[in-house]
């Protein structure tokens, strides 16, 4: 069987396990103190032309979101999210239990909009209710939809004005990037926000997200941050061994773009079977609606979720995700199968 | 320059990088539901003659003490630590970020005793105050000493007649049940505390540490505490190939011993020179006292920390940690060098 | 100017500043124990018929609906609530600053609904979301309708058969009870929860909200909880003499009797210049539908909030409060304004 | 039997209630936005001379405490406190279950030293650590002593020098200013500090206490922390009542004054009868040292509480408080069986 459950089925590309042999021995400072790290930092920054952005790096993504987005507020103040977005729904509560509502507003193709904020800030004037101070958005987000370079410039640009800072959790970034839609690269995002994450694990790492602020006024005290919420590695070099070797090529936007292209040769064969999408495909996570008989023939042989309900009470939508490490043959052999059960 | 600043200062043993390579393409499922994870559970089960413990897998120790402790207590509830203690002053305050107070007692030799428990539990018997419901101790300590078995089931005890749960840091607790007066192994840690944590970082792991919940009635949700504080990782494997290594065999306590051995070596030498200890070595952390003059000569050869002060004024404690990668060659040169210097 | 903002904008029923002088100088202990406290606590429990019932009391709405709410909580888990709930959106994220998530959900005409509970327990059933634990819903509503007793007794039930706590926030609880519709009485609200609050501050009381617990399991340390968030008062009678007077006859009912027949006269006479309103007018909130320039007229003479908008964009719903302290010359100079202007 | 238990065992001063009968009917908007807020505002701000200060009223003093610490703070910053300050030890955990650290330092006669705070200053000075950023002092103390004005000056230079907060927990501030060596006023206090509260609790109110914030630069956005907490109250006026009858005139010292003379009565004669004090009596808390036979008998007639061990074991200190409505024959009959027992 062959999974499309997930973009983290497999270990870590194998650049990187080559970097953690060649660079074993070699002794370095703790906490973040180590060459690796500088070097990943110095990566990053050169890659989104930032040099005085500032670069940190965690083991998961739920560390990251809820150690930036708590530290850009104070005790009263709230975050805006999409219904859908990770750190509302799927984080079991990680923002609130550092003290922060989260205004939920509903997303558009999974997408926050400029007048759902517009919305918050214009109904939360008064010290009866939080004090809303930051958006937060996935970019690609989680139902594989995309922020065009126009949707990010103006969700910054409602930002700027009502004074929120605008953090975009990048779990799956690069798939953004490098989605066939795309018109923005990295250099964008840095320009369209405050903070960002660059997520590793979804992209071939081992482990590990790096943390970006381009933002000067965020980033005094952010190791605090970290230290207090239990995200500064004391052997850090285990992640930015890793995002060396992401960024001192392109590995990191091949890895993403080799897991588009196979997300969009399972749609291609897909739509030639006749189906519909919940939404376009364009990153490595696809939403086909199958008949639930389809899809129960479906899961004997491959790995997927089911992710909703769909509009006809028979049909549902599933959940498709390719990665760096998709095979192949498990694209055909789902293929075939979809085919002989059509 | 060699280093002995920490236990982390290298990558990974070997073995555990060989088994990155060998399971690196075998799929799995995420958040610790994947077989490495089932087999590490196992094996660590298994080591301590527990089947009805827990076992769950997190990347740092703080991530580790602040979830297990949090985990313990009502809102209303406290732990009780020693005032060197990890939790307590290393940690950025983040027992008290999940809204706890630590009661603090002072140490003995770093270590907690059963009268600085009872001396907080009858003092603390009103809603004025604080109910402590916890106690938090390291094995080995944050100065090197370690609990015996009587001192453990001592605390223990105390623990249980007055209703509180005992937690061990176990970051280093490989180096503690093979130091050289050690009277117990892990069956005797697991079966004197309600939870505890093995520590891999700082033991030839790449990156995490595990925990291990002994008490039945505290399994229960534990990974939604895990989740909500960032600590479930999507790829779980990441640390759960490592615990299968370090488990499947003996390799987690002969790296101890390793490390072990090799301060022992450092101290025999350092005795022989003349010199004292703040206590007396016997795991991975020793810390001797040296003139100032003399400190100062070898840093700059040798990477290490000044401890603390010492008694005389012209005198310090440094640290000397070693660890599993520690060469022969590095101890050498350092003796050689305190020899020249003295 | 006469005041229909709420029902705080006088001081206290007489009978209550008489018995503050009456008291005024017999010595009694402090945080809650005193014989008012006592005599207090069992004369509401005589009330409720509920012998075993523990009674608290703090200072204010928003003090007693955050000390209750997170005292059912364990960190992961949070509390259903309406999108129109006081503790959801007027309370400036207090239950989310003690760390639980608030499961929001839509309301119907105010009120929750067990389909809604039922919605969020069955989408939230692994760690990866918060675990719902509690609903809290307000009798009367923020819109001014009120739960009839057999809406209370089912949404009891869905909550028994999904193990999650009710707890009723009565700030306005004698104003339910006296409705027009009302088929229950303060013993079947205590039935139908877990635990509830009877509101002083708006209810002829100087200052002041009960809490009553009646699950026995929950009332253990309960005062902890208290403590800690500042909400155990040191000179307790300051609201404890008030609720002797106000439940050791009948005040505290006809005080909410009172200020529903004010809202009904008021309702009465609106309803004869042929307006509408959001919803049936039954206690001493009521919301009127007005053309806009006839809420600016009003406005010159009488105090009251607009609401909200209305379908048609050139009205508007306003809200009118009566308390136990309006007087008569105040309805018939708003009627007899309103006539003027429509 | 006579209390000294505490001085909040009455009422209030009939002034106040009378000052609530007067003002009763008069209506006013909520949430402090009424005329009485205002006016007490204007009046503490002239008697301070500080007209930009802010000044906001809550009912208790852990509240006060407990807002006014956690807004100070971002979350990895700590408060620095004695071991005795009542917000160290009896608050039940309030300010760590705001998320924030408490550095505790040895008292010296229950005051903070500018030692201390350099000692915790010097020993923070990474991220590992939390982040002191406030101090908070009592004035006076937990064991009736009283900071000096050069003791204040010192401790406030040794704040501003080290960018530190500095804040004054005023619950018994008015028996401070009126103590017998007292050599400043509430214009000095307000000097030396960035805030502070005045108790009105135990000095006459029935309910309530002030917080003054005189730094500008923490007065915005303050009423969402109050807000947030619980402590913003819908009929304000229950507090502000009272307060503006306190600093109209000078009813706020008068009642000090009256408390510690009454104090000092007690005192003389128990110094008459040979007994030595835990520290100098010199407010309305005073800490005689009485044989444990004595005290027994003492306690079959009089209220008291037994405070701690003495250095002798057949020794006890005991706390006896006076307040505005101690009355002489209180003092007497306690004054004739310490002689009679003595």
Same mark, same amino acid.
């Given at each position: 069987?062959?999974?499309?459950?997930?973009?983290?089925?497999?270990?870590?590309?194998?650049?990187?396990?080559?970097?953690?042999?060649?660079?074993?021995?070699?002794?370095?400072?703790?906490?973040?103190?180590?060459?690796?790290?500088?070097?990943?930092?110095?990566?990053? #920054?050169?890659?989104?032309?930032?040099?005085?952005? !500032?670069?940190?790096?965690?083991?998961?993504?739920?560390?990251?979101?809820?150690? @930036?987005?708590?530290?850009l507020l104070k005790?009263?103040e709230?975050?805006v999210?999409?219904?859908?977005?990770? !750190?509302?729904?799927? /984080?079991?509560?990680?923002?609130? &239990?550092?003290?922060?509502?989260?205004?939920?507003?509903?997303?558009?193709?999974?997408?926050?909009?400029?007048?759902?904020i517009?919305?918050?800030v214009?109904?939360h004037?008064? %010290?009866?209710?939080?004090k809303p101070k930051a958006v937060?958005?996935?970019?690609?987000? %989680?139902?594989?939809?995309?922020?065009?370079?126009? /949707?990010?410039?103006?969700?910054h640009e409602v930002c700027q004005q009502n004074e929120l800072y605008l953090?975009?959790?990048?779990?799956?970034?690069?798939?953004?990037?490098?989605? #066939?839609?795309?018109?923005?690269?990295?250099?964008?995002?840095?320009?369209? @926000?405050d903070?960002?994450?660059?997520?590793?694990?979804?992209?071939? $790492?081992?482990?590990?997200?790096?943390?970006?602020?381009?933002n000067?006024g965020?980033?005094? =005290?952010?190791?605090?941050?970290?230290?207090?919420?239990? &995200?500064?590695?004391?052997?850090?070099?285990?992640?930015?061994?890793?995002?060396?070797?992401?960024?001192?090529? =392109?590995?990191?936007?091949?890895? &993403? #773009?080799? $897991?588009?292209?196979?997300?969009?040769?399972? $749609?291609?064969?897909?739509? /030639?079977?006749?189906?519909?999408?919940?939404?376009?495909?364009?990153?490595?996570?696809?939403?086909?609606?199958?008949?639930?008989?389809?899809? %129960?023939?479906?899961?004997?042989?491959?790995?997927?979720?089911?992710?909703?309900?769909?509009?006809?009470?028979?049909?549902?939508?599933?959940?498709?995700?390719?990665?760096? $490490?998709?095979?192949?043959?498990?694209? %055909?052999?789902?293929?075939?199968?979809?085919?002989?059960?059509?």
């Amino acid at each position: 069987m062959y999974f499309f459950f997930d973009d983290y089925s497999e270990g870590a590309h194998l650049q990187i396990l080559e970097a953690f042999s060649r660079t074993n021995f070699q002794q370095e400072r703790g906490y973040g103190m180590d060459s690796f790290t500088q070097e990943a930092e110095r990566l990053i #920054k050169e890659k989104i032309k930032k040099p005085k952005a !500032a670069v940190h790096f965690v083991s998961s993504g739920t560390h990251a979101n809820l150690v @930036c987005i708590s530290s850009l507020l104070k005790s009263y103040e709230s975050v805006v999210a999409v219904d859908s977005g990770h !750190a509302n729904i799927h /984080e079991a509560g990680a923002v609130e &239990a550092t003290g922060h509502k989260i205004n939920v507003v509903p997303a558009v193709a999974g997408k926050m909009t400029p007048q759902a904020i517009l919305e918050i800030v214009t109904t939360h004037t008064d %010290e009866h209710m939080v004090k809303p101070k930051a958006v937060y958005i996935s970019q690609s987000t %989680e139902v594989g939809t995309v922020y065009l370079k126009s /949707e990010l410039q103006k969700l910054h640009e409602v930002c700027q004005q009502n004074e929120l800072y605008l953090f975009i959790d990048g779990a799956r970034i690069g798939h953004a990037v490098m989605s #066939k839609n795309a018109d923005f690269d990295l250099f964008d995002i840095a320009n369209y @926000c405050d903070l960002f994450s660059i997520g590793g694990t979804k992209n071939g $790492a081992l482990i590990g997200e790096a943390i970006v602020i381009v933002n000067p006024g965020l980033q005094e =005290n952010f190791r605090y941050h970290l230290r207090q919420r239990g &995200a500064l590695l004391a052997k850090a070099r285990a992640v930015t061994v890793q995002f060396v070797e992401l960024f001192k090529g =392109n590995l990191y936007f091949e890895n &993403a #773009k080799y $897991a588009n292209d196979m997300a969009q040769k399972l $749609a291609v064969g897909i739509q /030639e079977c006749g189906y519909q999408f919940l939404s376009e495909p364009v990153v490595n996570q696809i939403f086909p609606i199958f008949p639930n008989g389809v899809i %129960e023939k479906l899961q004997k042989n491959h790995g997927f979720y089911v992710w909703s309900k769909s509009s006809t009470p028979d049909h549902s939508v599933v959940r498709l995700v390719t990665s760096w $490490a998709t095979q192949d043959v498990a694209i %055909e052999a789902f293929l075939a199968d979809l085919k002989k059960f059509s």
